[in-house]
């Protein structure tokens, strides 16, 4: 249990002075996942209720710079400015300062699968976009370098705040203190969304989760390239494991196309794709 790490002090301090009172979690590091939460008594319910005050939200990233540029290019320029120049500011004490995601698999890229490969190339795009976008803001500009770290900041520990609803505008992202140290488990049952009464993000468990053990939340149906890639970890036994074959399917036709069997050739555990079976079987 890392109760005692001097960063971790100042974290829960400066949650409890902007409003997280309490909360059943703890942080530890653990064998299997590294450092995540641990449940410091059993819960039942509420997991985690984080109020709109302490999130780094799209929507001030937007009305603080009001310029061209992608939300996570936006959210991560302000997350710049609050570590910089907020002395208040701790979040950062608690936040990685490396990344494992497919960015920075350059060393032994080519020997990585291409869906890697792909997402590498995306990722440098990406950020080589969003870093241009950012120099026609009338504020100060960051180094390079230090984008860079807050930029995947936000790619890999950011939420979506609307997802627990209907929402028909954009997706709103942010940054969430004490949730993003939450791991990920295909298996973890929760419900999570931002509630506009409450003005706060909450999590809640949907099976009871004993004192001691690892709290998880639940990214997606993600299979374990996607994680690979876009979070630098993976999950043994991934329910979500599939593997692509549509590079390796030389064979096409017009026929497949109509019938609206051309391409996503899959193979998943104890599934062969019934598209992949069309093929094989012409």
Known sequence: ILER????????????????L???LCLKEFSDTGRGLMATKRIDSVIV????????????AIQRFPIHASEQALLGLLLCER????????????LPTSFDTAFYLTDYLHLLP??????HKDQVDQFERDYRSILDSTHWIPTK????????????RSITMNTSRDWKERPR???????DCLNHSPDAKIHAGFDETKQSYIITTASPIERGNQVFIHYGPHDNLFLMGEYGFVTPDNPHDHLKMDH?????????????????????PGDFGYRLMAVLRL
């Open 83 to 94: 570590v910089l120049f907020d002395p208040h500011f701790v979040y950062q004490s608690i």
């Open 248 to 268: 390796l399917v030389k064979f096409q036709s017009k026929h497949l196309e109509t019938y609206g069997l051309l391409g996503d050739y899959t193979i998943a």
């Open 5 to 20: 790490n001097p960063d971790w002090i100042k974290f829960r301090q400066w949650l409890k002075e902007n409003g997280l």
């Open 22 to 24: 309490k909360h059943p």
């Open 49 to 60: 209720n984080v109020p709109l005050c302490l999130m780094l939200t799209s929507d001030a």
């Open 173 to 179: 992202i942010a940054l969430v203190p004490l949730l």
């Open 145 to 156: 370098r230090f984008y860079l770290w807050a930029w995947f900041c936000v790619h890999t």
């Open 114 to 119: 291409r869906d890697i490969q792909k997402r």
